[in-house]
């Protein structure tokens, strides 16, 4: 049986492009059609003499003719990726960036840069304005506020757990001190009815070289302030969590 098709009988539309497929009852009836067909000899030859020679991907090869064109085309040029530019495009390339040229470390002219600084002066104080309406509205504050309340940590919990009522969980932003640094302070714990605070500090947080609340810096500002700081490590808690009950029983006695 003949091919039903015929050589490129598939028309734009009816191919398989790019992912997409046909109904299921256009691939019925594409079924029902291609039962049993067979390209006949004509179409064969036609088929083979449409591509003999001019086979140019998937490994495929192009004509001599085709060859000896693209190669006079492509005469003393380097290939896409490594080619240069000849000296005449080099230089009308050079002269259209000179002087304007704000990418990649290059520098823009002083107009240029005139014009981004009064944009940016701009857009500093469309925002400031917006976030002065926006923290002018008590709902939005009290949302926001909400929203930055800080949960316990894992160490912060099973401390928590371990010591005595009289030392409360104020980490969430609840309790604020500004010290001599010229910040304000949340220690992460409050004895009752005392001047005294417990800071926890995580071990990666805190590691040595982030500067992040220096353990005796800390207990020197809060001393400034009237207050005794307690600083207890994470891994401290893990390993070692009758060390830590000791130091806080003393911590609570000590004078």
């Given at each position: 049986?003949?091919?039903?098709?015929?050589?490129?009988?598939?028309?734009?539309?009816?191919?398989?492009?790019?992912?997409?497929?046909?109904?299921?009852?256009?691939?019925?009836?594409?079924?029902?059609?291609?039962?049993?067909?067979?390209?006949?000899?004509?179409?064969?030859?036609?088929?083979?003499?449409?591509?003999?020679?001019?086979?140019?991907?998937?490994?495929?090869?192009?004509?001599?003719?085709?060859?000896?064109?693209?190669?006079?085309?492509h005469k003393?040029?380097?290939?896409?990726?490594n080619r240069?530019?000849?000296?005449?495009?080099?230089?009308?390339?050079?002269?259209?960036?000179?002087?304007?040229?704000?990418?990649?470390?290059?520098?823009?002219?002083?107009?240029?840069?005139?014009?981004?600084?009064?944009?940016?002066?701009?857009?500093?104080?469309k925002l400031?304005?917006?976030?002065?309406?926006?923290?002018?509205?008590?709902?939005?504050?009290?949302?926001?506020?909400?929203?930055?309340?800080?949960?316990?940590?894992?160490?912060?919990?099973?401390?928590?757990?371990?010591?005595?009522?009289?030392?409360?969980?104020?980490?969430?932003?609840?309790?604020?001190?500004?010290?001599?640094?010229?910040?304000?302070?949340?220690?992460?714990?409050?004895?009752?009815?005392?001047?005294?605070?417990?800071?926890?500090?995580?071990?990666?947080?805190?590691?040595?070289?982030?500067?992040?609340?220096?353990?005796?810096?800390?207990?020197?500002?809060?001393?400034?302030?009237?207050?005794?700081?307690?600083?207890?490590?994470?891994?401290?808690?893990?390993?070692?969590?009758?060390?830590?009950?000791?130091?806080?029983?003393?911590?609570?006695?000590?004078?």
């Amino acid at each position: 049986m003949p091919n039903p098709f015929g050589i490129g009988g598939f028309k734009k539309g009816n191919k398989l492009w790019l992912g997409m497929h046909h109904s299921q009852e256009t691939k019925n009836k594409l079924s029902e059609l291609r039962k049993g067909s067979k390209l006949t000899p004509e179409q064969k030859a036609k088929l083979s003499m449409a591509l003999r020679g001019n086979q140019n991907t998937l490994g495929y090869r192009h004509t001599e003719g085709t060859k000896k064109k693209m190669s006079a085309a492509h005469k003393g040029k380097r290939p896409f990726l490594n080619r240069r530019h000849t000296k005449e495009a080099r230089e009308k390339i050079s002269a259209g960036l000179r002087g304007n040229k704000n990418t990649l470390g290059h520098k823009a002219t002083t107009e240029t840069r005139i014009k981004l600084s009064k944009s940016h002066i701009k857009i500093k104080d469309k925002l400031s304005k917006i976030a002065k309406e926006l923290w002018s509205n008590p709902i939005y504050i009290e949302k926001t506020i909400k929203a930055l309340e800080r949960r316990p940590t894992l160490p912060e919990r099973i401390f928590n757990e371990m010591t005595p009522r009289s030392i409360r969980y104020v980490g969430n932003r609840a309790w604020w001190q500004k010290l001599n640094d010229g910040h304000r302070h949340n220690p992460d714990f409050k004895v009752t009815g005392q001047n005294k605070v417990i800071e926890i500090f995580g071990d990666y947080y805190h590691r040595p070289g982030t500067k992040k609340d220096d353990p005796q810096k800390l207990i020197s500002l809060y001393a400034q302030a009237g207050f005794d700081c307690l600083i207890v490590w994470e891994k401290e808690i893990y390993r070692r969590p009758e060390q830590v009950l000791e130091r806080v029983n003393n911590f609570l006695i000590r004078q």
